[in-house]
């Protein structure tokens, strides 16, 4: 039993690892996508007061 355990702890980690980056690059993203958002929010007005 321990010897499977062993075996299977590696892929495992794998796995977590691999979902770890797909999270992390998942919020990188939206983060962002979100400070575009809000930079454009915020320059859209003042690049029409400035026409």
């Known amino acids: 039993m321990e010897r499977v355990a062993s075996t299977q702890k590696p892929p495992s980690q794998a796995k977590y690892r691999k979902l770890a980056i ?30």
Do not use: D, I, W
Request: aromatic content about 10%; charged content about 15%; hydrophobic content about 35%.
């Open 22 to 51: 797909l999270t992390t690059t998942k919020t990188v993203f939206k983060a962002v996508e979100t400070t575009f958002a809000g930079t454009g929010a915020l320059l859209t007005p003042s690049f029409r007061s400035s026409k």
